[in-house]
Nanobody
Framework: QVQLVESGGGLVQAGGSLRLSCAAS????????MGWFRQAPGKEREFVAA????????FYADSVKGRFTISRTNHKNTVYLQMNSLKPEDTAVYYC???????????????????WGQGTQVTVSS
């Protein structure tokens, strides 16, 4: 099981940008599909983006498509989420997660993941 630590959150004005990072432990990082989720206050956790093992393919939630970009650097065991044109509704705690098997959108729902890190808080002011 890979261990994950998120960082890079903060306070930003609407229209601004942030880049989140997720550092993974272990030597098998490239064996995992990586993804990001978020949970806004009073709401359920939701999927944001995922990236394939090599980084060649990605998919996104409709709410962030065109504004967020997920990427990874396998030799650094790190996955990133570049967030541009941020909106107040993007305010949430952001979490990364990993799965060795599935790159299917139908799998990437929070209930399919049993372990979560502490996440990183992103706050977008209007």
């Amino acid at each position: 099981q890979v261990q994950l630590v998120e960082s890079g959150g903060g306070l930003v004005q609407a229209g601004g940008s942030l880049r989140l990072s997720c550092a993974a432990s272990g030597r098998t990082f490239s064996s995992y599909v990586m993804g990001w989720f978020r949970q806004a206050p009073g709401k359920e956790r939701e999927f944001v983006a995922a990236i394939s093992w090599s980084g060649g393919s990605t998919f996104y939630a409709d709410s962030v498509k065109g504004r967020f970009t997920i990427s990874r650097t396998n030799h650094k065991n790190t996955v990133y989420l570049q967030m541009n044109s941020l909106k107040p509704e993007d305010t949430a705690v952001y979490y990364c997660n990993a799965d060795p098997r599935s790159f299917r959108r139908s799998f990437w729902y929070p209930e399919n993941f049993g372990c979560w890190g502490q996440g990183t808080q992103v706050t977008v002011s209007s």
